[in-house]
């Protein structure tokens, strides 16, 4: 569907635009009177006794017309004194980000936007989704464990990607060599579940038990070595039929919806840890999935409308603002949640052996940009350091993913502005642009069209660029102290939230309204009072307006947000990289349930990343404990790196 909305939010022009100097916009208010008379037969609206009276409300966001009477007036035997308004006209005003929030709330996805060179009216193109990911704390985190709900809309996904996206002729491919094949991964999820499912339980597993000699852990090895690898289970001369892997996997999740329907999943604190585990580790191994898809040429896009990226970049060209530098101040914050991997003590959530125990760091103060390394920050690097090497997210090749998704005909822009290091600046060619493109499931993007994405790279490229930028990479303890600064600003903002509301459908003569709420989610069929008493937002941030749980299947520009600070998960749809090299902190205990999660990692090449990519599930993207890691030198991550500095 094509939906058309008025963003411009300067009360002034909105004002003056339904308040016209000739009168034309009064004039057909006034029309309405003649209308309703027409209706009734009668002239029972005599235009001398009325004025037309509008207004911008600034708190709501939106302006409004009324017809007001100038005199005592009875109409049908009902009395409208004077100066008393009948309301005719409530005209919203959406920004982009209120749009975003709208389209959510409603179920659907934006595949494109259309806009003006001001940036004030746009048209979107939005389809429905197969699965949606709710973004506010209270909805995607409700319980502990995740409800029957949220394991169909996982299940959802899990199945667009790999019985959509994959062609069946390439299963048995792998798309990175350092990883297993993709049928790996449609064994592994539900082999992995049934273990976790028959330890809870009864101990009885699903068969084929035979499954579990080849599915219970995938490969992961050295970059520099992969001879070098974590112990994993044996890969087999021949890995089973798809068809016998789905029947599988289908009494598995068959197995699931018993547990919730007798109601165990609620009540069983061991089930519930082994199921909160699973679906963790399916959402984890989904992003995995879909970046080794990104590496093949052979990717099916996930169905629905192609975004129109040339349009998208336009738009971003014309909102883009400089990457400014923010104080934060010195504060103590606290790393990791107290869960002890028990079965009894009070309700909590869970989380992973790296995000245990709880301890406070103090952070001193340091500056840090408001927004992440981009794809044209980066290609400036890349060519005035004379590098040949481009990240892995990107290619030189004509095509990819089947054929280029746009003309390769880029937005009109000044891309020679920014001053990145000593004062000297230089303009990023066309000739540097030209022959290059961003990987996306829906083929190659021209390099032009995705300059204001956040870039993907490793964390030796991205260091090496933000060194040249006269900055380095955040800390774990800074980047957290980042999101914890920006948790702080938007409560203190929160005294301005959008007041916005929506007028009583059965009102005529007032303005009062009724608050707007979006829909809500399904949660738990039955929870304990001391459950309904846990606040998610303590340990889970609201994620509105990031690019996290399949909101785009791509990143998102991020250079309008120069001017406002970043905070957990706002990145555009990349997770960030910390310079923090995986170790042993204090207090560290491997889990009983996965004793090699992140043990096995403590070789010192592997660093921290935090937040989400637009793949990543809410429960994990806006969790302020959950720590990933990768390689530093590992090429496939989706992650990118903003800059920070010494005071």
């Known amino acids: 569907m094509l939906i058309g909305v008025d963003a411009c939010q300067d009360k002034d022009k909105v004002f003056h635009a339904y308040n016209d100097r000739e009168g034309t916009t009064h004039a057909f208010v006034r029309n309405g009177l003649a209308h309703a008379n027409v209706i009734l037969g009668k002239e029972a609206f005599k235009q001398q006794d009325w004025e037309i009276i509008g207004e911008y409300d600034e708190a709501a966001g939106r302006h409004q017309a009324f017809y007001s009477a100038v005199r005592d007036i009875d ?16 005209s919203y005003k959406y920004s982009l980000c209120q749009s975003s929030q709208l389209w959510e709330d409603a179920g659907l996805a934006p595949r494109a936007i259309f806009g003006n060179s001001a940036g004030d009216y746009h048209l979107h193109m939005l389809s429905t989704s197969k699965f949606m990911f709710p973004l506010k704390a209270e909805q995607y985190a409700a ?3 995740p409800s029957s709900a949220e394991f169909e809309q996982l299940w959802a996904s899990w199945d667009l990607v790999t019985r959509h996206m994959i062609p069946v002729d390439d299963l048995l491919s792998k798309p990175i060599k350092l990883r297993n094949c993709c049928l790996f991964y449609l064994g592994h999820i539900p082999t992995f579940l049934d273990i976790h499912l028959a330890r809870a339980t009864d101990g009885t597993p699903t068969e084929p038990c035979s499954y579990r000699n080849i599915f219970e852990r995938g490969i992961d090895p050295d970059v520099d070595n992969p001879e070098n690898c974590h ?8 890995w089973p039929l798809v068809e016998e892997i789905v029947d599988f996997q289908n009494r598995v999740r068959s197995r699931v919806r018993s547990l919730y329907k007798n109601n165990k999943a609620e009540t069983d604190r061991k089930l519930g840890r082994a199921l909160w585990l699973s679906f963790e580790h399916e959402v984890m191994h989904l992003e995995t999935l879909l970046y080794m898809l990104l590496q093949s040429d052979r990717t099916r896009p996930p169905p629905g409308v192609t ?4 349009s998208l970049a336009r738009q971003a060209a014309i909102q883009s603002v400089p990457n400014q530098w923010f104080r934060i101040p010195a504060q103590r914050i606290t790393l990791g949640l107290d869960d002890s991997e028990n079965d009894f003590g009070p309700a909590r959530y869970y ?14 103060t340091f500056d840090a940009k408001a927004r992440p390394i981009t794809n044209e920050d980066y290609a400036r690097y890349l060519e005035q350091t004379q590098k040949d090497s481009v990240p892995a997210s990107w290619t030189t090749k004509s095509t990819g993913n089947g054929k280029p998704v746009s003309n390769g005909t880029g937005p009109k822009r000044d891309i020679g502005g920014n001053v990145y290091i000593k004062g000297h600046s230089e303009r990023l060619t066309d000739v540097y642009l030209r022959g290059k493109a961003v990987k996306t499931v829906y083929g190659l993007v021209p390099l032009e069209n995705a300059l204001d994405w956040p870039v993907m790279a490793s964390y030796d490229e991205l260091a090496g660029c933000a060194n040249w930028m006269d900055g380095r990479i955040p800390t774990i303890e800074e980047a957290r102290s980042i999101y914890t600064f920006v948790d702080r600003l938007k409560r203190d903002e929160s ?22 709420s979006p829909p809500s989610h399904p949660s738990h069929q039955s929870i304990s009072n001391t459950e309904q008493s846990l606040n998610p937002h303590q340990l889970f941030a609201d994620l509105e307006n990031c690019n996290v749980g399949f909101k785009h299947f791509h990143p998102i520009p991020v250079t309008q947000h120069g001017g406002k600070l970043s905070g957990q998960g706002e990145l555009g749809g990349v997770w960030e990289w910390t310079s923090s090299v ?10 009983e349930l996965y004793p090699g999660y992140t043990e096995d990692f403590f070789d010192g090449k592997h660093n921290i990343i935090l937040g989400g990519s637009w793949a990543t599930h809410p429960r994990i993207a806006g969790r302020k404990t959950f720590v990933n890691w990768y390689q530093r030198n590992y090429p496939y991550v989706w992650a990118g790196a903003r800059l920070v500095r010494d005071i």
């Not at 109409?75 to 409530?90: C, K, N």
């Not at 989380?351 to 001193?364: A, F, S």
């Open 351 to 364: 989380g992973w052996d790296n995000e245990k125990p709880p301890r406070q760091v103090d952070v001193p």
């Open 307 to 310: 975004p129109d990226f040339e």
């Open 495 to 516: 005294g301005n939230v959008d007041g916005r509301t929506i007028s009583a459908v059965n009102g005529h003569l007032v303005n009062d309204g009724v608050e707007e």
């Open 75 to 90: 109409i049908e035997g009902v009395l409208i004194r004077a100066g008393e308004r009948v309301r005719v006209e409530e």
């Open 582 to 591: 995986l170790e042993k902190h204090q207090g560290f205990k491997a889990m």
């Open 143 to 145: 319980q502990p464990v």
């Open 231 to 238: 112990a994993h289970s044996e890969i087999p001369d021949t």
